[in-house]
């Protein structure tokens, strides 16, 4: 899949929070789905920012990136590395570059932004293959998420 053409594409990331086997979702107001927090990359911010704030304004989950860079270099910063960037239709001549970071949670506040969710909710594995309303890509993700953070030393 690539951009046509005649579509735009705009730049989004959110975080994949995983604690205890199970992973953070919202239920998303305007679409029906169940969907990690996150958003559109503004112009002043890089993918992880976005993703660390969205997800703070959304659900009140300060995170931790669990994907560091490898290494450092001298003269520029490395950031957070993504779990999964995927690219995926909104609409015919929309398109969206999302950005997923695994993070686990790190401080629990109270959400800014819980108007843009109808709730949020802790799923394990297994309800999470039994969800109807999530996009397939996202139910693999956050599979593949919950996975690898088991298999991650604290």
Known sequence: MRVPDDA???FT???LVVEDGEILLMNHSKLGKW???GGHVEED???????????????GVKVEFLEKPDFEAPDSENLPKPFNVNLHNISEDHMHCSFLYLTKPKEKKEATHSHEHDGQKWFSKEELKQLDNIPENLRKAALEAIKQHNQTPS
């Open 35 to 37: 969907l990690q927090p």
């Open 8 to 10: 735009d594409m705009d």
């Open 45 to 59: 911010e890089t993918p992880d920012e976005t993703a660390r704030r969205e997800t703070l304004e959304e659900t």
């Open 13 to 15: 990331a959110g975080c």
